[in-house]
């Protein structure tokens, strides 16, 4: 089984023989640290069902997604007065991404 490293080190090592035989090198480079942050749950389950996860697992997904939301509060303090000053969002629904 090959590690991360090892892939790497082959990766920089055929970059370092190409430009010793000075050709031409073109990288492409994806980002997707945030994929599962824009994911449509409709379609993502929809890709499940296609792969063959149906029925109750299926449905497991669903309830995991669906009907989900977030709130923010945040309580400082003031030490000296020993008042709280509140703020809060509130509760949003979760429509894309893993909650």
Same mark, same amino acid.
């Given at each position: 089984? !090959? +590690? $991360?490293? $090892? &892939?790497?080190?082959?990766?920089? &090592?055929?970059?370092? !023989?190409?430009?010793?035989? /000075?050709? #031409?090198?073109?990288?492409?480079?994806?980002?997707? +640290?945030?994929?599962?942050?824009?994911? =449509? #749950?409709?379609?993502? /389950?929809? !890709? /499940?069902?296609?792969?063959?996860?149906?029925? =109750?697992?299926?449905?497991?997904? %669903?309830?995991?997604?669906?009907? *989900? +939301?977030?709130?923010?509060?945040?309580?400082?303090?003031?030490? %000296?007065?020993?008042?709280? =000053? *509140?703020?809060?969002?509130? #509760? *949003? !629904?979760?429509? #894309?991404?893993?909650?």
């Amino acid at each position: 089984m !090959k +590690s $991360t490293d $090892t &892939a790497n080190q082959t990766f920089i &090592a055929g970059i370092q !023989k190409d430009m010793e035989l /000075l050709l #031409h090198i073109v990288g492409i480079f994806i980002d997707l +640290s945030n994929a599962y942050d824009v994911l =449509n #749950h409709n379609t993502m /389950l929809d !890709k /499940l069902n296609t792969y063959g996860i149906t029925g =109750n697992t299926n449905l497991w997904f %669903r309830s995991y997604l669906f009907n *989900r +939301s977030y709130f923010f509060k945040i309580t400082p303090m003031e030490h %000296r007065h020993f008042t709280q =000053n *509140r703020y809060t969002i509130p #509760h *949003r !629904k979760i429509v #894309h991404g893993e909650p």
